[in-house]
């Protein structure tokens, strides 16, 4: 345990001593102040852009349009944080700072769970930066009230936990950047594709990405989603699991 907490200190510390946590810190609450913003001056912009002569006569913006903002944006935001910590693996095994470590009693699972921790608890941060600043912007600018917007939070967040594990088992299995960037952007690529077939979509994670402003507009309820939450959560373990058994297996 204390090598684990250890090692999850030792990413934290790196994360900010090279910026990243900083960078994406600073873009999430960007993101989170200018998702309120633009749907409250978007209908004003649409106006201003039409042709002269042709009429538009946009709708009053709401406390729904704030949060498609957020979901749409969120996903420019995941790619963005996959691609600063897509080097968390790569990055040990090319300069080789885990040799001493591990040849001094280094549990191989310790390393990739504490940065798994690390990374997450990352992802947690930033995600609740952009969603409380999201928030109040949201009361200030665009007041209501919409239903299961924690729970729809929660699902756009678990979509992430399961992208970045993929990122951190194309590391394990690469050793490369590319190699985790691949990965993580192919595998969304196939449960995007898997979303056409009506019978996979209960089943299918992209769901958790997908399906949460259906969840703000009560066209979907949380029930809806509890077998795409298992297949998600399911998904994750055995990331990890594959993680861990790859990088045992991994010449260092």
Do not use: H
């Not at 790196?14 to 001056?41: H, Q, W």
């Not at 749409?72 to 968390?88: A, C, E, R």
């Amino acid at each position: 345990m204390r090598a684990f907490i250890a090692m999850a200190k030792k990413e934290f510390l790196e994360s900010i001593r090279t910026y990243k946590l900083l960078i994406v810190a600073t873009v999430f609450l960007l993101f989170g102040m200018l998702n309120p913003i633009t749907a409250k001056i978007m209908p004003k912009l649409l106006s201003s852009f039409m042709p002269e002569g042709m009429a538009i006569t946009p709708g009053e913006p709401g406390t729904v349009d704030s949060w498609i903002q957020f979901y749409k944006n969120m996903s420019t935001q995941l790619i963005l944080f996959v691609i600063v910590f897509s080097g968390i693996v790569s990055n040990e095994l090319t300069k080789g700072t885990l040799i001493n470590m591990l040849t001094k009693g280094l549990p191989r699972k310790t390393v990739i769970l504490s940065k798994f921790t690390a990374i997450i608890s990352i992802w947690t941060l930033s995600y609740l930066i952009c969603f409380v600043i999201t928030l109040i912007y949201t009361r200030y600018l665009l007041p209501g009230e919409l239903p299961n917007l924690p729970f729809a939070a929660c699902c756009m967040w678990l979509f992430g936990v399961l992208e970045i594990s993929m990122m951190l088992l194309g590391g394990a299995l690469s050793g490369s950047i590319y190699g985790s960037l691949l990965l993580a952007v192919g595998f969304a690529g196939v449960l995007m594709l898997a979303n056409i077939f009506p019978k996979l979509e209960e089943y299918n994670p992209y769901l958790l990405s997908t399906g949460c402003v259906s969840l703000l507009t009560s066209e979907r309820v949380p029930s809806d989603f509890y077998v795409s939450i298992i297949v998600t959560i399911a998904f994750i373990l055995l990331i990890i699991i594959s993680s861990i058994c790859s990088f045992n297996k991994k010449q260092i």
